[in-house]
Each structure stands twice: as C-alpha cells, then as structure tokens.
C-alpha cells in the first residue's frame, strides 16, 4: 500500500519521514482518524 501511495504522489518521503503530497487527501485522513477515535 505504502508503495503505491508514493506512485500516485499522495504521500512523499522526505528526510526519512513520509508525508502527503495532496493537502486534501491529508484533511480526510486526518478527519477519519479524529471520527474512529470519537467513535470508541
């Protein structure tokens, strides 16, 4: 999964850390992980 993240230029690998490319794409993620939490 993590490969093709970096293929499609969603995420990006930058001093030994992986970071999103696409400021939308890291909104929802953020946003998903923020509501699962709730949830528990």
């Known amino acids: 999964m993590l490969q093709r993240?970096?293929?499609?230029h969603i995420i990006e690998q930058k001093d030994k850390?992986?970071?999103?490319?696409?400021p939308?794409?890291?909104?929802w993620v953020?946003?998903?992980l923020t509501s699962?939490?709730?949830l528990l």
Request: proline share 0%.
């Open 5 to 8: 993240m970096l293929s499609y």
């Open 17 to 22: 850390e992986y970071r999103f490319e696409v």
């Open 24 to 27: 939308l794409v890291e909104m």
């Open 30 to 32: 953020r946003e998903r």
């Open 36 to 38: 699962s939490y709730v």
